[in-house]
C-alpha cells in the first residue's frame, strides 16, 4: 500500500548520517553484507560508516542519491543510483575513503575485494543509470517508499531514453523491480557465497 503523505527529494550533504544510518539498519541482514561480516555483532555501526563515506565521496556528487520521508518527516528510505558513466568510484574518492572503509572492513577486506571484483567484472558496458542500493528501515516496510524511489527515477530515465540496471541480492526482491520494468539478464553466484541476479531495464522513450 502507497502512503500518500510522502515527497522524495535529492540527498541534503546534512542529511547523510541520517541516510546512512536508515541504510545500514535496512542491509543489517542482507545475504551480501551477512557474507562479508558473518554475523559480527558490530555489523550495523560498521555499515553505518561505510554508507556515510561513500555517500559523502562518492555517491553524492553524482546527484542520483534520493530520499523519502515519512509523514514525520523523518527519512523512510533511500536509494543510490549512480548516473551513466560513474558507476566506478574515483581514485580521489577511494582516496578519501579509505580511513573509514578500512575501520568498517578490517579483516573482512579480502573478501570485499573479491565481492567487489565479482560484481565488476559482469557490469554492463552500454550506458546506465545504476541502483547501487535501495533501503527501507525497517519500521516502514511495506508502505510502498522503494517502490515510489524506484518509479521517481525511472521516469526521469524514460525523459531520456536512459537504461537502468541493478543486482538483486535476494530472491524475494526480483518482482519490486520487475513491477517496474527490470528483468533478469544472469544469475551472478558469488563464489562461496549467495546467488545473486543482475537485473536490466531498457531505455524507453518518453
Ligand atoms: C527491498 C526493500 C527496499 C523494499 O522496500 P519497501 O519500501 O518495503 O518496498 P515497497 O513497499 O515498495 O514494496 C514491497 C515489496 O518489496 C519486496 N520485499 C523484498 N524484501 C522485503 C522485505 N524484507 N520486507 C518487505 N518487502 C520486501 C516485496 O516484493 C514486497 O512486495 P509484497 O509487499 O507484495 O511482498 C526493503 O525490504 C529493504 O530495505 N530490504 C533490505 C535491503 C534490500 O534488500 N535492498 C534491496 C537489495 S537488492
Redesign the pocket.
Known amino acids: 500500500m502507497s502512503d500518500m503523505s510522502t515527497t522524495i527529494a535529492p540527498l541534503a550533504r546534512s542529511d547523510i548520517a541520517q541516510a546512512a544510518s536508515v541504510l545500514a539498519a ?2 543489517a541482514d ?1 545475504p551480501v553484507i551477512c557474507h562479508l561480516w558473518a554475523d559480527h555483532p558490530q555489523t550495523e555501526p560498521r555499515l553505518a560508516t561505510f554508507f556515510r563515506t561513500t555517500l559523502t565521496n562518492h555517491h553524492l556528487a553524482g546527484g542520483g542519491v534520493d530520499v523519502v520521508r515519512s509523514d514525520d518527516n523523518a527519512i523512510a ?1 533511500v536509494a543510490i543510483w549512480n548516473p551513466p558513466g560513474q558507476w566506478q568510484t574515483s581514485t580521489l574518492a577511494l582516496v578519501r575513503e579509505a580511513p573509514e572503509l578500512l575501520w568498517a572492513l578490517r579483516d573482512r577486506i579480502p573478501t570485499a575485494l573479491k565481492v567487489r571484483g565479482e560484481f565488476d567484472r559482469v557490469h554492463p558496458i552500454d550506458p546506465h543509470w545504476y541502483l547501487c542500493n ?3 528501515s525497517p519500521s ?8 515510489q524511489l524506484l518509479e521517481h527515477r525511472l521516469s526521469s530515465c524514460d525523459k531520456r531514453n536512459e537504461s537502468a540496471y ?1 543486482v ?3 530472491e ?2 526480483i ?2 523491480y520487475e513491477k517496474v520494468g527490470f528483468r533478469v539478464t544472469a544469475p551472478l553466484p558469488l563464489s562461496d557465497g549467495p546467488l545473486l541476479w543482475s537485473m536490466w531495464r531498457e531505455g524507453r522513450a518518453g
Open positions: 535496512a542491509f542482507d528510505a535501495i533501503g527501507t516502514h516496510r511495506s508502505r510502498g517508499f522503494a517502490t541493478l538483486c541480492t535476494r524475494r526482491t518482482p519490486l
